[in-house]
């Protein structure tokens, strides 16, 4: 088995445990392909699926097709397929960009029986269409298409029902772009024919190898399936820059665990296929390897990854890539050198003083703002889920750990399932429902937290007594050096009892930045802009002027009574407590944390 694989594995086109969540992306015109693996049980032996995306409706317009002396294989189009001009002419385009002039004469429309094409195949609920080609095993060499099957629907297992971002639909599924497509997967299985022959009796091709076969589907312009004229390959979707191979990945040091796996140390080399060997540090996410992998813990591991492949903010932990070939998956990211933010505050934060911790959060808040205005819910934030970089400018917070984030605005879970409810807000207590404004929240208890030297929230409580206090409108108390300024803040627009009268992130972010004095990165400016300009964000943002230090009441008059409140120092005159520094020290002997979990000092 493993010499049938290397027929196939070295293929640009072959995009190994690549999940149909990602596919809409890759294949967007009609003739799109490639190959990928997948199973519908634990118990079953992976397939190998070819992925194509079709035109829905085979019975429209007539195309015209480019000369076959053009090279590659946007040049072969078969005589009998029915579609779209300008598809055709966008998969052209994209596959040369300097095409020669195409013939006078366009193709006839199909006269052949066809039948309409189910839409939604794309979807993973829905039932696609699913022709078999079978294989001979390896030491027979020969490959056949065969009779039509159906492939099971897939079962989903997911405890998330996402209310802000619509699941995929059953009915009809278009993949992003002009171009409507739906895509259709088709199985390679080895099978044993004797003698070998390219040709079998109901005349269809045979090869010796999956990419002989789709090569001569390519040359013969014979569509795939016969009885949809428009199943043909045309265009090889290679694997992008985000995928990488295990070849060009060297695991040095494991440095933590994971929920799925190892965490490590790890060389990265990047650009391999240009002759460039440049290798730079990274942290990888290993998944474990006691067993195959089912396919919803693949999808899981896939969506923290499809989350990350967009963000690119200096707050957020950044994603290289993605190692989908074959088992073990790995995740590639940036290698934070001094590791996670609880760790740090365990270890040096009585040393810390006011103003390194004030610059702490408000990395966090950036990041979290940025996130939220590529609408994601973070849906875990904590110290734990921090990690701390050096850089030129002094230590700086970065936002990792996506494993339980969800795009949209809002979703709920489906059931009860083990979560950290000392961070989670009143609602998401109630209804079980998590948003922007969740997050919001948690960043409150994240900010206690790093003035608490990461102790636990609500220490001595258990988590039924906490629920019962945050419902009751309970708060946390704040240690007294922490600032009143920040105390204000948290309790008046992080930790609202009502979503809906909680600030946004980037009310909050702009009010730190008063009391940081910290001045935004560039990418902060560019999604307030965006914002400002009425153009898609995560939710409509009040963006009232910045606060005055004047204007600020001062803490004991919005918490009047709390014996807490009395002890803290209150400014009378609020001024930025912190300006820049070029450098903060670095405390040695913290371990890195990409993601891991850590344990809380015990009292």
Not at 178 to 190: D, M, Q, V
Not at 356 to 384: M, P, T
């Amino acid at each position: 088995m493993d010499s049938f694989k290397a027929n196939y594995e070295d293929e640009e086109y072959y995009h190994g445990l690549l999940p149909r969540e990602d596919l809409p992306l890759l294949l967007r015109a009609p003739g799109d392909f490639l190959l990928r693996t997948s199973q519908s049980k634990l118990t079953e032996e992976r397939k190998l699926i070819l992925s194509l995306a079709v035109a829905p409706d085979p019975t429209n317009p007539t195309i015209s097709t480019p000369k076959e002396g053009n090279s590659g294989i946007g040049a072969v189009v078969p005589s009998h397929i029915s579609g779209s001009a300008s598809a055709l002419a966008e998969t052209e385009k994209r596959q040369h960009p300097h095409p020669k002039k195409p013939e006078s004469s366009g193709l006839r429309r199909s006269r052949e029986g066809t039948r309409k094409l189910k839409t939604g195949d794309n979807a993973a609920r829905a039932h696609p269409s699913v022709s078999k080609i079978s294989m001979m095993k390896p030491h027979t060499k020969t490959t056949r298409l065969s009779k039509t099957s159906h492939e099971k629907k897939p079962t989903e297992s997911s405890d998330i029902v996402n209310s802000g971002c619509s699941a995929p639909s059953n009915s009809g599924s278009s993949v992003p772009g002009s171009l409507k497509s739906t895509l259709r997967h088709f199985i390679l299985t080895p099978e044993v024919t004797t003698p070998p022959s390219r040709w079998t009796n109901d005349k269809t091709l045979t090869a010796d190898t999956p990419g002989e076969l789709i090569q001569m589907y390519r040359l013969s312009r014979q569509p795939i399936d016969k009885k949809s004229p428009n199943t043909v390959l045309i265009n090889p979707i290679k694997r992008p820059p985000w995928e990488l191979r295990h070849d060009n990945v060297t695991l040095q040091k494991k440095i933590g665990e994971g929920q799925y796996g190892d965490v490590w140390t790890a060389k990265l080399r990047i650009r391999p296929h240009v002759g460039i060997n440049k290798e730079i540090d990274v942290a990888v996410k290993q998944t474990k390897t006691e067993e195959s992998m089912s396919k919803e813990k693949i999808k899981e591991v896939m969506k923290e990854a499809r989350l990350m492949r967009n963000v690119d903010h200096p707050n957020v932990v950044k994603l290289y890539g993605v190692v989908v070939e074959r088992e073990p998956l790995l995740i590639v990211m940036e290698l934070v050198d001094v590791g996670g933010l609880d760790k740090y505050l365990l270890l040096t934060g009585d040393k810390l003083n006011a103003e390194l911790k004030i610059s702490f959060i408000q990395d966090a808040a950036w990041g979290i703002e940025y996130l939220h205005h590529k609408r994601i819910i973070h849906c875990d934030l904590a110290a734990r889920n921090c990690l701390i970089a050096t850089t030129y400018q002094g230590l700086m917070v970065k936002i990792s750990d996506f494993g339980l984030s969800r795009e949209g605005e809002t979703y709920s879970l489906r059931e009860k399932k083990k979560m950290p409810v000392k961070w989670l807000a009143p609602e998401t207590i109630e209804t079980l429902t998590f948003s922007l404004k969740s997050d919001v929240w948690a960043f409150g208890v994240l900010v206690w937290e790093v003035f608490a030297n990461a102790e636990e929230p609500y220490n001595g409580l258990t988590n039924a007594d906490t629920k019962a206090k945050v419902l009751a409108g309970g708060r946390l108390e704040f240690p007294i050096t922490t600032p009143a300024e920040i105390q204000l803040l948290i309790l008046k627009d992080c930790w609202e009892q009502t979503s809906v009268k909680r600030a946004t992130m980037t009310v909050v972010s702009q009010k730190l930045e008063v009391i940081s004095g910290k001045t935004p990165p560039d990418q902060q400016q560019s999604v307030r802009r965006t914002v400002l300009q009425g153009n898609q964000s995560t939710q409509p943002i009040q963006q009232p002027p910045k606060p005055q230090p004047h204007q600020l009441p001062s803490i004991k008059q919005q918490v009047a009574g709390s014996q807490h409140a009395a002890q803290t120092p209150v400014q009378s005159n609020m001024k930025p407590l912190v300006k820049p520094k070029s450098q903060h020290k670095v405390s040695k002997g913290v371990s890195n944390d990409h993601g891991t979990k850590s344990g809380r000092r015990k009292h």
